[in-house]
């Protein structure tokens, strides 16, 4: 079955403890992103990658590192957790054929809660 | 700065009538523009997408209407079931990665 895999689903942890939340998908794709949800605002794009060894920041980059060193593997790290981060993640990949942002597939979201 | 707006948070219908969910954008310079439906616990999972150089797409029940002059985009489902109820996101894209999404709007079609 074709799917993006995070992990863990739900993360309470502490401000400053380092955390990585793992995405993994099946389909070959070569681009993957990272998003995170908060109420009012949407999805909002924190980092993407268009293959291995390359990433690039989105739009909310900020307390956030990401590295693609297998195609299918994009983990998310959070060197020094921080409330402010306490949000709904979303890893997503595509096949960026043809239209390249075009039908991403989207994991089933890692909640996160910083204290 | 949201560059892409879904200004009703909820919207409920009856089932079998008509589903009209909305989006406003305000940069001029998107290309391609995409819904996508959220259930609870799960991610979202695309629905249906429209070029920007076209104004209406359809897939079965959905049809997305894009009017660029009002720089407007709207998803229409008919008729609506209650397995539509979800929440759904508007999507515009830029070039070959910059994606905006809107704050989502929560369907409810009731039986």
């Known amino acids: 079955e074709a799917q993006v895999t995070q992990n863990p689903r739900y993360l309470i942890t502490v401000t400053g403890k380092k955390l990585t939340v793992t995405c993994s998908q099946n389909m070959n794709h070569e681009y993957m992103s990272w998003y995170r949800q908060d109420p009012g605002l949407g999805l909002r794009q924190i980092y993407y990658s268009m293959n291995v060894e390359v990433t690039d920041k989105g739009d909310v980059p900020e307390g956030y590192k990401v590295s693609r060193k297998e195609k299918r593997n994009f983990p998310l790290i959070l060197e020094s957790p921080s409330p402010n981060q306490t949000s709904l993640y979303f890893c997503a990949s595509s096949s960026g054929q043809g239209s390249f942002y075009n039908e991403q597939f989207f994991g089933p979201g890692t909640r996160l809660t910083v204290l | 700065d949201q560059q892409v707006k879904q200004n009703s948070p909820s919207l409920s219908v009856q089932e079998g009538r008509i589903s009209i969910l909305n989006c406003d954008y305000t940069n001029s310079m998107f290309d391609y523009f995409l819904w996508y439906k959220k259930y609870p616990a799960e991610g979202p999972t695309f629905l249906i997408s429209i070029s920007s150089i076209k104004d209406k797409n359809e897939d079965g029940r959905f049809t997305v209407f894009l009017n660029k002059s009002a720089k407007h985009l709207s998803l229409h489902i008919v008729p609506s079931q209650p397995g539509d109820s979800a929440v759904y996101f508007c999507?515009?894209?830029?070039?070959?990665?910059?994606?905006?999404f809107g704050a989502g709007t929560r369907l409810t079609v009731k039986p």
């Open positions: 999507a515009a894209s830029l070039g070959y990665n910059d994606m905006r």
